[in-house]
């Protein structure tokens, strides 16, 4: 008596079938219960969907199922929560709804830019899947630059080398990149807790980037924990996440062009011609790709 397992078409409905109730069509509920089974069986693992499902459609769908097939039907309901866009509820009947296409080719009128879709894929691993997820274009904005951090720091972290010692010189901080490496499984295990696994790569980040940079000497982290590292932000970034750089392409293409002009403007300092020198990093600048001179005599470079 609480739902409808059936309900009469209407002359107009394009849904309609002969039953021993009249011409009709299967109810809301019944319907999912009915496809689940047939195509999952009486019982599955993982059950997805709306936050805003979860009732009456999903209660209701456990109820007739578990009547039916004399089991509960899902091990695990995995509810997503709703989108808004700048703060308010996406939906078709705000008029303000935002395709995956607009968001890649910037073509939405809250869109300054067009995102790639792996800036996109990060911006939503930010947010628990359970949390409300907010798209405007300061946000992906953000997202945009904390990825192109993120990813610089793993191509840093994949270049550095252990120091010979056996045990970290500094147990402090060994103990804390420890620590922010054991918790990536942890949290994962915790409902998919993405967001926290960001947070504490962001953490290790600014270590990562002052090993680089020499103002952590490399004898502060035992080289096992470094191997750690190297093995945790792949197989979390790549593997999981699925995230690459998102200008990797360019880079590839780019890389044998700009080590030539590195090499012309290293020539060019060597012989105190800091005109060349200048001129090669001030056009570099202006199209956009930025050049650093390192502590240990090299030059590093990169978009943006």
Same mark, same amino acid.
């Given at each position: 008596a609480d739902f409808a397992l059936w309900k009469n078409a209407a002359p107009e409905h394009i849904m309609?079938?002969?039953?021993?109730?009249?011409?009709?069509?299967?109810?809301?509920?019944i319907e999912c219960s009915a496809m689940a089974t047939k195509y999952l069986g009486a019982q599955f693992d993982i059950h997805g969907g709306g936050m805003d499902l979860l009732f009456p459609h999903h209660e209701?769908? !456990?109820? &007739? #199922?578990?009547?039916?097939?004399h089991t509960s039907p899902? %091990?695990?309901?995995?509810?997503?929560?709703?989108?808004?866009?700048?703060?308010?509820?996406?939906?078709?009947?705000?008029?303000?709804?935002?395709?995956?296409?607009?968001l890649f080719s910037g073509s939405h009128p809250i869109l300054a830019q067009a995102f790639h879709?792996?800036?996109?894929?990060?911006? !939503?691993? &930010? #947010?628990?899947?359970?949390?409300?997820?907010?798209?405007? %274009?300061?946000?992906?904005?953000a997202s945009e630059k904390a990825l192109k951090r993120l990813w610089e720091a793993?191509?840093?972290?994949?270049?550095?080398?252990?120091?010979?010692q056996e045990t970290a010189s500094d147990k402090e901080l060994d103990d804390k990149l420890n620590k922010w490496l054991h918790e990536f499984e942890e949290f994962m295990d915790d409902d998919f807790s993405t967001p926290k696994i960001i947070a504490n790569m962001f953490e290790m980040t600014s270590v990562i980037?002052?090993?680089?940079?020499?103002?952590?000497?490399?004898?502060?982290?035992?080289?096992s924990t470094l191997e750690r590292m190297k093995e945790r932000f792949n197989t979390y970034l790549t593997e999981i996440f699925g995230l690459k750089a998102t200008d990797s392409a360019n880079n590839e293409i780019l890389k044998p062009v700009m080590e030539l002009l590195l090499d012309i403007r290293k020539e060019a300092k060597l012989?105190?011609?800091?005109?060349?020198?200048?001129?090669i990093r001030n056009q570099l600048t202006e199209m956009g790709i930025v050049i650093k001179d390192e502590k240990d005599g090299g030059t590093?470079?990169?978009?943006g």
């Open positions: 309609r079938w002969s039953s021993p109730w009249g011409v009709g069509f299967p109810g809301w509920h209701s769908e !456990i109820a &007739q #199922s578990t009547i039916c097939n899902v %091990n695990y309901w995995m509810h997503n929560n709703m989108i808004t866009i700048n703060g308010r509820k996406m939906g078709k009947s705000y008029n303000n709804v935002i395709k995956l296409t607009e879709p792996l800036t996109v894929r990060f911006f !939503i691993l &930010q #947010s628990h899947y359970r949390s409300p997820l907010d798209f405007s %274009n300061d946000a992906l904005a793993f191509e840093n972290l994949k270049k550095l080398e252990a120091g010979k980037n002052s090993l680089k940079d020499k103002l952590i000497p490399m004898e502060s982290v035992a080289p012989k105190k011609d800091f005109a060349t020198s200048d001129k590093s470079w990169g978009i």
